[in-house]
Structure formats: C-alpha cells, structure tokens
C-alpha cells in the first residue's frame, strides 16, 4: 500500500512569492490533514477535510493560506505572498473511518523564505 | 484545553543503554495516546498507539510504553537503544477515536545515541 506523497520536498522562496504544496492521501482514506512544522517545534493542525468539504481552517493562519480538495482526492495547499515567518515544514496526512485517530504522515515540504 | 508536555528538549544516551523518554499530558476525558518517529528529512512515523486496556503497550523495534491516569504521564521506553534510534519523538494525545478527532503533539524530544 502506497503512503502519503507530497511534493515538492523543498521550496526556496522570497518574500512576495506564492508557493503551492500537493498532497495525495492513501487510497481510501476519506480525511486529509495539513500541518506546519515550524523548525524544533510539533506539527500544529492548518487545516483538514473529510472528501471535498472543510471541516475546519480556523487555524489557517491569515488569508493568505488557502486549501482545496476538489475532488475528495488529492489536496493543495496555496501561501500567496509568502513571508519568513512561514518558513516551516508542511506536513500533510490521512485516515479514515475505522479510526480517526490514527494518522499517516507523508514525508513533508521543507520551505525556506528569504 | 488539552495540552503534552515533553519535558527534555534533547536527551543523549550511549549505544546498548536503556532509554526512558517522558511525556505527561493534560485532558480531562479519556485520551487516545501515541508516539511518533521522525527520522532526518523525513515523515513522522507512528511507533505505538495506547487507546485501552492494559497500560502498557509494544511498538515497533522493541519500544513500549506505560500509560499512568493517576499520574497523567504516557513514558517511552528501550531496554537498548541502537545508534539508528536517533531522531525526534513526539508524544501525541487524541480527544477521541471519532470523526473530529485531533492531535495535539508535544514539542518532541531530540535523542542523540552515541557509538
């Protein structure tokens, strides 16, 4: 069984520019989770989905982060105008019905911005 | 609120030595526990899970783990750590098991093994 991918692996921006980060869960799973890891810190949840809909982006943390899963599928993850204080790791992950609790990470996007 | 606190930022310990890594968590109902795994550069893996029943529970590569309501405390165990144990540990709490369930991690632990 295939786990979560994620892509790019790296990203080096300045500020101003946009960055969109991809995720494609485990097959089946019908919940989809993106996190920020800043550096020596635990992930903090941005947003997550179950299919297509948004359950909750309240700690997504200005407008300039956005987040779609059209079709209930794969998911993308948009900064517009990015800012040094966005330099984390982003972490997307997955489960489904039998247990919600229990997360597969993928391996994660390393974003540095000048 | 629910919180995890890992109290050791870092923790290094000798090839072939016994390893204790702790974790106590706050949350007034009955939590769903976890330690995860991240290696350099990669994702987080998950090394063990307590839900229920008996406190302590096995993992992958000889890691376990004991759960303490009475002292709100899940702690990470290895009789003996190997050098490839080295990475990050993150200890995890969960609300519930259901369709809103979080995580709420704490800020992981930085094991160094010396050779």
């Known amino acids: 069984e295939a786990g979560v991918t994620q892509s790019p692996r790296y990203a080096v921006l300045q500020e101003g520019q946009a960055v969109s980060f991809w995720c494609d869960p485990i097959?089946?799973?019908?919940?989809l989770y993106w996190y920020q890891q800043p550096r020596d810190q635990g992930p903090q949840l941005l947003v997550y989905?179950?299919?297509?809909?948004?359950?909750?982006n309240s700690q997504l943390p200005s407008d300039r982060f956005s987040a779609v899963r059209p079709k209930g599928t794969n998911s993308t993850l948009k900064i517009q105008s990015a800012k040094q204080g966005d330099t984390a790791t982003y972490l997307c992950a997955s489960s489904w019905t039998n247990n919600y609790a229990e997360q597969f990470f993928g391996p994660g996007t390393r974003l540095t911005v000048l | 609120a629910q919180s995890v606190t890992q109290p050791d930022a870092r923790v290094t310990v000798s090839e072939g030595a016994s390893l204790q890594l702790r974790c106590k968590y706050s949350?007034?109902?009955?939590?769903?526990l976890f330690w995860y795994v991240q290696y350099p550069r990669q994702g987080l893996q998950l090394l063990l899970k307590y839900y229920s029943g008996d406190p302590v529970v096995q993992g992958v590569n000889g890691f376990e783990a004991e759960f303490s309501k009475s002292n709100s405390s899940f702690h990470l165990r290895k009789a003996s750590v190997h050098w490839s144990d080295s990475a990050v540990y993150f200890c995890v709490l969960s609300d519930s098991g259901g369709s809103n369930a979080k995580l709420t991690f704490g800020k992981g632990t930085k094991l160094s093994v010396k050779s």
């Open positions: 949350y007034s109902g009955t939590p769903y």
């Open positions: 989905f179950r299919d297509e809909a948004v359950i909750d």
């Open positions: 097959s089946g799973h019908d919940t």
